[in-house]
């Protein structure tokens, strides 16, 4: 896919920047679709530091329409049904600094769907400028951290190796557990 997206940016200079910040906006609003290999491909294309601020760009609009269409969508309708079952029901329910600081830690936290913590924030009680700023903030260094371990790995660097085996043995023993506890409950 990174590949193709490549292929296309370096063919359509001109309108690079607004395509990408397209499929990062169409991204978010699907809420369950990975950004990283659009953001290698910015990479790829622009270089770490134009790539990484164009990812950046893209991900926070994206955050901000996927908000804004989740609240006219959602809020009323799944938003009362999912008040006492959810997960983030915390989060259902933040207002104020409390939002703020909750959006601002599961931005920062890694492998925390960005989908669902946007869905939950607009259907809840946070305002749109909190979200606004308390996403925009957490995805400022969540998204350097992103774009440089893709750097280091698509340059195929020392630093971008160790972070594939580091990668690789932690999928290994994911699995791993996944395997052996499926295994004592078929008993």
């Not at 669902?116 to 400028?129: C, E, M, N, P, R």
């Not at 996403?135 to 951290?145: E, Q, R, T, V």
Request: hydrophobic share 50%; aromatic share 14%; charged share 10%.
């Amino acid at each position: 896919m990174t590949d193709h997206l490549v292929s296309l940016f370096s063919n359509s200079l001109p309108l690079t920047v607004f395509i990408s910040i397209l499929l990062n906006i169409l991204i978010a609003v699907f809420g369950f679709l990975p950004s990283s290999f659009l953001n290698a491909a910015n990479l790829i294309v622009f270089g770490f530091l134009y790539g990484t601020l164009l990812s950046l760009v893209g991900e926070i609009l994206g955050s901000l329409v996927a908000f804004f269409l989740y609240r006219k969508g959602f809020q009323t309708n799944i938003g009362k049904k999912l008040g006492n079952s959810s997960k983030f029901q915390s989060l259902l329910h933040a207002e104020g600094k409390e939002a703020f600081m909750l959006i601002l830690s599961l931005r920062l936290i890694p492998f925390v769907p960005s989908g669902l913590v946007t869905f939950f924030s607009a259907i809840g009680k946070v305002s749109f400028l909190t979200f606004a700023l308390s996403s925009s903030l957490g995805k400022i260094p969540a998204l350097f951290i992103e774009a440089y371990a893709i750097y280091q790995v698509t340059n195929v660097t020392v630093q971008g190796k160790i972070i594939l085996a580091l990668t690789g043995c932690l999928l290994i023993a994911f699995i791993w557990k996944k395997y052996k506890k499926n295994k004592k409950s078929t008993y």
